[in-house]
T-cell receptor, first 111, second 111 residues
Framework: NAGVTQTPKFQVLKTGQSMTLQCAQD?????MYWYRQDPGMGLRLIYY???????DKGEVPNGYNVSRLNKREFSLRLESAAPSQTSVYFC??????????FGQGTRLTVV | KNEVEQSPQNLTAQEGEFITINCSYS?????LHWLQQHPGGGIVSLFM???GKKKHGRLIATINIQEKHSSLHITASHPRDSAVYIC?????????????FGKGTLLTVNP
């Protein structure tokens, strides 16, 4: 079982560059999420998609965009990367009210 | 907004010791989650509970809804239990698609 697959695992960007983080789940979950994890701050919600065709902002959406391409895939785009976006990014999925499943994370450094 | 507090922030134990990690939250919830993250690794869901107690191997999770408090216990701790343990809560009612996370407890078990 693949679960939640995130790509890439590591990425270094220069300030101003753009990139897309990919996430796919094979558990038929309705809800998908993007979080960032920073030292001493815990996981913070960037964007979520409660169901296919809908997306909503979380706590820290500035500088990011998302696309729920279909039920399986939820991508996160950085249009113009900034050093403040250096973080570890996690994608997650779940049925509403059930346990969450997380990807392995993407370690992003913006220089 | 729900505030999730974990204690202690850091915990060092000797192999074989009984370990307790605490989590408290400020607002009523639909469920509480305990997650495990090994250094540099992904996040794995250990438990989801809304009342009482759950046990899986050497891990036990309890919740007291009235006191808004949960504990994660590890019996006969082992060096492989060394990880960050994260408490998260699901909001109630229309907010139960969202998870709010604590900052985590770093557990180190020495042989």
């Amino acid at each position: 079982n693949a679960g939640v697959t995130q790509t890439p695992k590591f990425q270094v960007l220069k300030t101003g560059q753009s990139m897309t983080l990919q996430c796919a789940q094979d558990m038929n979950h309705n809800s998908m999420y993007w979080y960032r994890q920073d030292p001493g701050m815990g996981l913070r919600l960037i964007y979520y998609s409660a169901s296919e065709g809908t997306t909503d902002k979380g706590e820290v959406p500035n500088g990011y965009n998302v696309s729920r391409l279909n039920k399986r895939e939820f991508s996160l785009r950085l249009e113009s990367a900034a050093p403040s976006q250096t973080s570890v990014y996690f994608c997650a999925s779940r049925f509403r009210g059930a346990r969450a499943f997380f990807g392995q994370g993407t370690r992003l450094t913006v220089v | 907004k729900n505030e999730v507090e974990q204690s202690p922030q850091n915990l060092t134990a000797q192999e074989g010791e009984f370990i307790t990690i605490n989590c408290s939250y400020s607002v009523g919830i639909s469920a509480l989650h305990w997650l495990q993250q090994h250094p540099g690794g992904g996040i794995v869901s250990l438990f989801m509970l809304s009342s009482g107690k759950k046990k899986h191997g050497r891990l036990i999770a309890t919740i007291n809804i009235q006191e808004k408090h949960s504990s994660l216990h590890i019996t006969a701790s082992h060096p492989r239990d060394s990880a960050v343990y994260i408490c998260a809560v699901s909001g109630s009612g229309g907010s139960n698609y969202k998870l709010t996370f604590g900052k985590g407890t770093l557990l180190t078990v020495n042989p």
